[in-house]
């Protein structure tokens, strides 16, 4: 099965999630393996993320950088926020390349 992008542990409907800004700037992204018969876990060694309207910033880890919190807080409420090239592993077995991880689009509900 294909992974799937999380934040704050829930997968999105169809990869969708409102939020306010304050919970995302603290939420991990993260990735799991939906109806999968066995416990698999991932971890994101980075993603990118993107205000529709603005530049790209390239994040190493799970959580947002200062770069990109600073860019989410000049955000207006209602914006779309999109995190995509999600990059996971298996835990235990980094050399496994998973299928691409669809991308999250978050709108900022304050």
Request: charged share 25%; proline share 6%.
């Amino acid at each position: 099965p294909r992974p799937a992008g999380t934040l704050r542990k829930k997968v999105g409907d169809a990869g969708t999630f409102k939020m306010p800004r304050k919970s995302l700037e603290k939420a991990k992204v993260g990735a799991t393996m939906e109806n999968f018969d066995f416990n698999l876990p991932l971890k994101v060694s980075g993603f990118s993320f993107q205000i529709f309207g603005k530049p790209t910033i390239k994040i190493s880890g799970n959580k947002l950088n200062q770069q990109a919190i600073d860019a989410l807080r000049r955000a207006k409420i209602g914006s779309k926020v999109s995190i995509f090239d999600i990059d996971a592993k298996i835990v235990g077995n980094s050399d496994y390349r998973l299928p691409k991880i669809p991308a999250l689009t978050v709108e900022l509900a304050d």
